[in-house]
């Protein structure tokens, strides 16, 4: 009754998409009522669809909880980590390119089991090609310390070669358990990828080996490369944000570029490219937008878990999920609560929802932006049309 109490609160009834135009078009609204109008409509329309998940592979994903899901540039594939029932993890690619309306399944590639090992932070990683590895931050054991792990997605593709003849890890560097990780797409810091660790930034070169340090007062457990500008930003458990000069090769003075505080411990960090801005969350449930503007987006809620947020400039719009299981959808302009949307099972710490929201369903032929939503053993997507 609450979820649907909430959802109705958010959805507002009587919209009239041509309407809402011609008052634009008339000058009776600015642009970004006129765009948050827009967005709250096609949210409000967003209806859940159960996904199938099909496998070509006999050890199949769909039989185990989802930890996380990595949506793709082009949104044609995603990476998932998933949870096994002995000690260990499983991941894999889930292809997209099937995920059509209103044909709603999706095919699983095949997946790798790692005993014993669990991975603190992963992104997308560019080599020869855009997402073309996977960069996997293990946490370390008994027998094997931490690591940072180059996977080429290639490996999840022939599903019919043997596993022996597969080919293994690219690289593999040995470093302190990592909080984050990042990948740079900055032609000043080509090939490199960061690593936050406890009071640590340690920033590596992969072509070469070459490794350079810099020192902080508290575990990092955030990260984002900037595209545009040689930074590589990032969010502190003391809610420290820093930036980091890639062109300061001096240590000890000037390579702090930029300084901002939040009241606790910065979960995620988001370059908007177009604003020059700087969206960042805390584990207060406080969202904000700084730099050049100040915006703060209410209703997250958090008070000790790491949430990352997602958000897509081309539609103009923010997603998180809360600790309390609700996915929110926020207008990116004027920092508007477009809708609440509740988990499709009872609310629980091992139940948090992991989502994503992808430019287009189906790849780069899809023919709709969409959220995609990954909850236990299931996959969700709401078609944003």
Request: aromatic share 10%; net charge positive; with cysteine.
């Amino acid at each position: 009754m609450e979820a649907e109490r909430l959802r109705k609160k958010v959805a507002r009834v009587g919209f009239n998409a041509s309407s809402i135009l011609r008052k634009s078009q008339l000058g009776f609204r600015n642009v970004t009522s006129y765009s948050r109008l827009a967005n709250e409509l096609r949210v409000s329309c967003m209806q859940r669809k159960k996904v199938q998940i099909r496998s070509f592979d006999l050890s199949s994903l769909a039989s185990n909880r989802f930890n996380f899901i990595l949506v793709s540039t082009n949104s044609n594939q995603f990476f998932v980590v998933n949870q096994v029932e002995v000690e260990g993890s499983k991941y894999g690619v889930i292809s997209l390119r099937t995920l059509k309306i209103p044909s709603f399944h999706v095919y699983g590639l095949r997946n790798l089991f790692v005993p014993d090992r669990k991975v603190k932070s992963l992104c997308w990683a560019s080599l020869n090609q855009l997402d073309s590895h996977v960069l996997l931050c293990f946490e370390g054991i008994r027998e094997a310390p931490s690591c940072a792990v180059l996977l080429p997605a290639s490996r999840f593709f022939n599903i019919y070669t043997s596993r022996v003849n597969q080919p293994g890890m690219l690289c593999s560097f040995q470093i302190p358990a990592a909080w984050s990780c990042a990948w740079s797409l900055n032609f000043q810091a080509y090939h490199c990828f960061s690593a936050g660790l406890s009071q640590q930034v340690l920033l590596t070169n992969v072509a070469t080996g070459q490794q350079q340090s810099f020192g902080t007062s508290s575990d990092v457990l955030a990260q984002q490369f900037s595209i545009m500008a040689p930074l590589l930003f990032n969010g502190c458990r003391s809610g420290e944000i820093f930036a980091i000069d890639l062109r300061c090769r001096n240590r000890g003075k000037g390579w702090k570029a930029t300084h901002l505080f939040h009241d606790s411990a910065v979960t995620s960090v988001q370059i908007l490219q177009e604003e020059q801005c700087l969206m960042a969350s805390d584990m207060t449930g406080k969202i904000k937008l700084a730099t050049k503007c100040i915006r703060e987006y209410e209703g997250h809620v958090n008070e000790s878990a790491y949430l990352p947020l997602r958000v897509h400039e081309e539609e103009g719009i923010m997603v998180a999920v809360g600790q309390d299981c609700y996915t929110r959808i926020w207008s990116l302009h004027d920092a508007h609560l477009l809708r609440t949307i509740p988990s499709p099972y009872p609310a629980s710490e091992d139940d948090i929802p992991s989502v994503a929201f992808t430019s287009r369903l189906g790849g780069i032929r899809g023919a709709a932006p969409g959220l995609l939503m990954a909850v236990r053993q299931d996959l969700y997507c709401f078609p944003f049309s």
